[in-house]
């Protein structure tokens, strides 16, 4: 298992390849990504197929590293499909989710062999011609709640994503008139409560069913989404557990399962490092990662992201420690990083900030505000550092 401060060699060696114009770059950690995936496979039977998805972490490079290792890709538009097959990825292993796909968009991808395309309705399902290439499957609202925040809630009631489970004879009927031999669900990111999670899919195995029992055979894929909060591997994790309910659920069905994990296992695969620009009174540090990077933790619940602070000669400060405020770069009053973080009292203008587990909803969620430059992203294998983008100037 990687060590919890395995990120102490690559800071060393990161810094002193940084540039003045590289006030923040980003980082992929390969080892931490790679035993993450191992982890995830480990975790689940292996009539699984896991499609990561491309919009948790869609850099290039990336999406090619997941490719290499084996695994798809879930596509939430027809611009992430073509990422996806840039990156190598075969049409059986892409996953297109889109709730808004147009007419044009359809006829692409009902022609693209194997490539599993969920209809987020009924009403969409007569926009596919009856004979399809594509494997064409339907979106199933489950109707619970498993402890997913708010905003990040996709199986309420009034969601806007899938045909709700309550309308099971529309649904079955659907199936059974569409060339349809999948069905979807996806509860929500950041799911808590796994017994509520195990009813959802056990409400989706038995809908499944009830479509075979009228057309044998009709129904071969089961699409199970994502939606686990990160976690570190230093624990038992959920992960196992949700594995587990997953294989009793499943235990005597011949279905392949399709997963979307995204967050999950890209967070803490990647770190990031910021110059420090300011030291202010009262303890106000600016730098150059804010909501541009961290637009989730800017407009809702800010995560707790493992600091430390570096001089610009590689070396870690281990002092005494005091509350700051992370103020970032952005022109609105809300773009902070954290409020009260505990900084080593020794910090200065131009040492680093160095923050950890920010692989998954940053580089993907880039702001525009303010037109400010992408950081250059490279990736640490373990030994060394290769450059995997330099830095981007916005363009409109």
């Known amino acids: 298992m990687i060590a919890a401060n395995d990120i102490v060699r690559a800071v060393k060696v990161i810094i002193p390849l940084l540039s003045e114009d590289d006030t923040s770059v980003m980082l992929v ?54 990422l996806a097959q840039e990156a190598g990825c075969p049409g059986s292993k892409i996953v297109f989710d ?181 030291k202010l009174e009262p303890n106000r540090l600016f730098i150059h990662l804010g909501a541009d990077f961290f637009m989730r933790d800017a407009y809702t619940k800010p995560r707790s992201f493992p600091l430390s602070v570096w001089n610009n000669s590689g070396e870690e400060y281990r002092g005494e420690k005091e509350a700051f405020d992370l103020a970032g770069p952005l022109c609105f009053a809300g773009d902070y990083l954290a409020h009260g973080a505990l900084i080593d009292v020794c910090v200065q203008e131009g040492d680093y900030l160095v923050i950890d587990h920010t692989g998954a909803n940053t580089y993907g969620l880039w702001s525009r505000h303010c037109s400010r430059s992408v950081p250059s992203l490279w990736a640490w294998d373990g030994e060394k550092m290769k450059k995997w983008s330099h830095r981007q100037t916005i363009n409109y």
Not at 144 to 164: Q, R
């Open 98 to 278: 889109s709730p808004v796909k147009t007419r044009a968009e359809i006829t692409l991808v009902s022609q693209e062999p194997q490539m599993l395309v969920n209809v987020n309705s009924i009403e969409e399902l007569a926009r596919f011609p009856q004979k399809v290439q594509c494997t064409l499957g339907i979106r199933v609202n489950p109707q619970v709640h498993t402890g997913a925040p708010e905003m990040f809630d996709v199986s309420k009631n009034e969601s806007k994503f899938g045909v709700a489970v309550i309308e099971r004879t529309k649904i079955i009927e659907a199936a059974l008139s569409y060339p349809v031999s999948a069905l979807h669900m996806h509860s929500g990111s950041q799911m808590k409560d796994l017994e509520v999670q195990r009813g959802a899919l056990e409400s989706l195995r038995d809908l499944a069913h009830e479509i075979n029992a009228r057309e044998p055979g009709k129904i071969s894929i089961l699409d199970i989404g994502g939606g686990l909060p990160s976690e570190s591997m230093q624990d038992e994790t959920k992960m196992k557990a949700y594995g587990s309910v997953v294989t009793e659920v499943f235990k005597k069905c011949s279905f392949t399962l399709v997963t979307e994990f995204g967050q999950w296992v890209h967070a803490e695969a990647g770190f990031a490092l910021s110059r420090i620009e300011y």
């Open 29 to 82: 950690h390969l080892p931490r990504l790679k035993e993450r995936l191992t982890h995830l496979s480990a975790c689940f039977s292996n009539n699984v197929q896991h499609s990561i998805a491309v919009k948790t972490n869609p850099h290039p490079a990336v999406l090619e590293q997941l490719v290499e290792l084996g695994y798809g890709l879930e596509a939430a538009s027809l611009e992430e499909v073509r």
